[in-house]
């Protein structure tokens, strides 16, 4: 559904713009020497209004958090949940994760987040998908050896792909589940997963941490991702599989 336009948008962005980082290419390298005083760096890539990452930054004052979001109308909300609490640990962009190499040198990032990404259902959209083999091999490369990837989804179809190409791409997978929330609430929610929550729908979601066998871009060809449609819940290894594809 389309966010409703915010008339007040560029006011509201100027009261909180020392939380933005106009032009992040230019700490590329240099986070913590730019942002000192940090154990840790985190990002999350799509950070909606905010919700996950303000309780986020809360709960782990002595990580730097670098919240990126293409929907200014959204970050907007994200950046006064954060003012308004008075978190000094968090930063904003507004980037395309494919230009994650141009902000983060290799090995900079500890830690990486993906909550509820679009799917892109069809087939022939699979490369756009966040957990697709391209941005996989990008991560890569911007997390620490033994770096970490969060990811949390509603929709099973997308999870289940996207663990077997995290297995493909030689991610070690840990706290793989389909029902996160099982037993009580487990750490912090995203405003779409408080929603999906109530209504009683479970959540997806897996740690993968980068190993001396996980994929860069150094790794070559990209494997090619026919018959990736999301329709049914196939795994990413059964659907290629079927196509005859070979995943080296």
Same mark, same amino acid.
């Given at each position: ?43 999350? =890539? ?17 990580? =730097? ?21 008075? =978190? ?141 449609? =999301? ?18």
């Amino acid at each position: 559904m389309r966010m409703r336009k915010r008339h007040n948008l560029e006011p509201r962005m100027e009261k909180c713009a020392d939380l933005l980082i106009a032009e992040p290419a230019e700490t590329r390298g240099q986070w913590r020497e730019a942002l000192p005083g940090f154990a840790a760096l985190h990002v999350e =890539l799509g950070c909606g209004k905010g919700r996950f990452t303000a309780g986020t930054a809360e709960q782990m004052p002595e990580t =730097l958090l670098l919240a990126i979001e293409k929907v200014p109308d959204a970050m907007i909300i994200a950046m006064e949940r954060v003012r308004d609490l008075g =978190l000094k640990n968090v930063r904003f962009m507004d980037i395309d994760a494919a230009k994650l190499p141009e902000i983060f040198a290799p090995g900079e990032i500890d830690r990486l987040y993906i909550n509820f990404c679009d799917p892109w259902p069809k087939s022939r959209d699979a490369k756009l998908r966040l957990t697709a083999p391209g941005f996989l091999r990008l991560y890569a490369d911007a997390l620490k050896d033994g770096g970490e990837i969060h990811f949390k989804t509603d929709n099973t179809a997308l999870f289940d792909w996207s663990v077997g190409v995290f297995a493909d791409e030689g991610w070690a997978l840990s706290e793989v589940t389909h029902d996160l929330h099982a037993n009580g609430t487990v750490g912090v929610m995203t405003d779409y997963e408080a929603k999906f929550t109530a209504e009683g729908m479970k959540i997806n979601r897996l740690v993968a941490v980068k190993t001396a066998d996980t994929k860069g871009t150094a790794a070559g060809v990209l494997p090619r991702l026919r018959g990736a449609s =999301l329709v049914d819940a196939r795994g990413y290894a059964q659907s290629a599989a079927d196509n005859g594809q070979d995943h080296a």
